[in-house]
């Protein structure tokens, strides 16, 4: 889910007092890579989350652009609480290097040639950027292979391990030639102690779960209205997982429903009227 959509549902996770002990709760790059821009009361509603942050190595360059970012937010915001400079922000700023060296090199060339050049020239690009090598493959950056894993601690972020996509290493530093154990994670209800696997007494109330109707992808979530049997039929791999999981955990459904549009518009308004 998106940072936008946490903000909601930490909120309201925490009002259904499900961050206290025994409780996991593991989330995206997406949602940790934002974390500085968060409400300080979506901050406090999620003590204990762990998750997963592009990594990107320490540097003199990166080190001397960090100072001169804040420097110029400053500046142009005085009054403003100057945030960290988040991953994504490094990375578009390396896209913006590209498309500038890009045109520099054709600053001569007629307009009317200049589109399909200039998007050429771009695909070419290699430079060792803040992030690392910057390459662009098929349209796109090629993708981080380290990722720090976090623990949300008070009001900030505490580097517990890195995580290498490549090989499914964990290390506690950078570049450690060894594989470790992660420092010490301090779970939802602040006990350090790693919650064990139960199953979750539910109640009789059955649940309501909303599907998402427009997903870009059918393999993983397909609903198709059956005018025969009047019937909504959902299939797809995300719904398969969840009926494993379901079943495994023994929850009761109501009924399904499903909504006409994104998930980032809807869920505010199902979390209000649970």
């Known amino acids: ?10 909120l309201k996770v925490k009002k259904l007092e499900m961050m206290s002990e025994g409780y996991v709760w ?28 592009p990594c990107i ?16 937010m400053y500046i142009d915001h005085p009054n403003a609480e100057v945030l960290e400079l988040d991953p994504y922000g490094i990375l578009a700023y390396e896209a913006i290097w590209a498309l500038a060296e890009a045109a520099q090199k054709l600053k001569s060339t007629e307009i009317s040639q ?22 662009l493959s098929n349209g796109n950056k090629l ?22 996509s490549e090989t499914g290493n964990i290390t506690k530093e950078l570049n450690s030639p060894s594989t470790s154990d992660l420092e010490v994670i301090i779970w939802p209800g602040g006990s350090a102690t790693i919650p064990k696997c139960q199953l979750i007494q539910m109640s009789s109330k059955k649940l309501r779960i909303g599907v998402v109707t427009q997903s870009p992808f059918n393999e993983l ?19 398969d997982v969840f009926k494993k999981k379901a079943c495994f955990a ?10 006409k549009g994104y998930i980032h518009y809807y869920l505010p308004t199902l979390l209000r009227n649970p």
């Open 1 to 10: 889910m998106s940072h936008s959509v946490a903000s909601h549902f930490f």
């Open 26 to 53: 593991i989330v995206t790059d997406t949602n940790m890579s934002f974390f500085h821009s968060m409400d300080t009361l979506v901050v406090e509603s999620m003590q204990g989350v762990v998750g997963l942050k």
């Open 57 to 72: 190595p320490a540097s003199k360059e990166l080190h001397n652009f960090t100072l001169r970012w804040r420097r110029k």
């Open 114 to 135: 200049g589109g399909l050049m200039l998007y050429e020239e771009i695909m070419k690009s290699r430079f060792k950027g803040l992030s690392g090598y910057f390459q």
């Open 143 to 164: 993708p981080l292979r380290r990722f720090e894993i976090v623990n949300v601690i008070v009001k900030g972020l505490r580097r517990v391990g890195v995580w290498t």
């Open 221 to 239: 979530v397909n609903v198709v209205h059956d005018s025969q049997s009047n019937a909504t039929i959902f299939s797809g791999f995300c719904i």
């Open 250 to 259: 023994r929850l009761c459904f109501r009924k399904i429903e499903f909504l």
